[in-house]
């Protein structure tokens, strides 16, 4: 198991203006990379980003906040440069591995996600709209 707690308490503390301006900037080195982003229609709190045509990255839009297959790691390696965010490199999206110990951050979830062990996609689907 990973936990994540003190990535999101890293991302959640950080005072800027991420998800307003910085985030659009990053998106765009992202493209310079040769990374694809991807927004769905409606979708206002995450992005994912393909590297050859395989998902590569759910990058959270509200916090400084990214996972990264691990897969690809070497590939998003110039991206941690980025000292305001906090990158989680996993085996899989769908591998229930992760978990958050601290019970301060349920807020963050829609009602149902099992904090002892929850995906990446999990993850995505439980904080997408709050």
Sequence with gaps: MKDITFQIR?????ENTWS???FFDFI????SQGLVPNHWAGEENWATV?????LSI???KKYPM????????AQV?????HQLLEIVVVNSFVERNLVVTDPDLEYLFEYGVNLNGFSVE????????I
């Design 10 to 14: 890293q991302a959640i503390n950080i």
């Design 20 to 22: 307003v301006s910085i």
């Design 28 to 31: 765009n080195e992202i493209k």
């Design 50 to 54: 393909d590297y050859e045509g395989k």
């Design 58 to 60: 759910y990058l959270w």
């Design 66 to 73: 990214m996972f990264v297959s691990k897969e690809f790691e």
């Design 77 to 81: 390696g110039q991206l941690k440069k």
């Design 122 to 129: 999990e993850f995505w689907f439980y904080t997408n709209s």
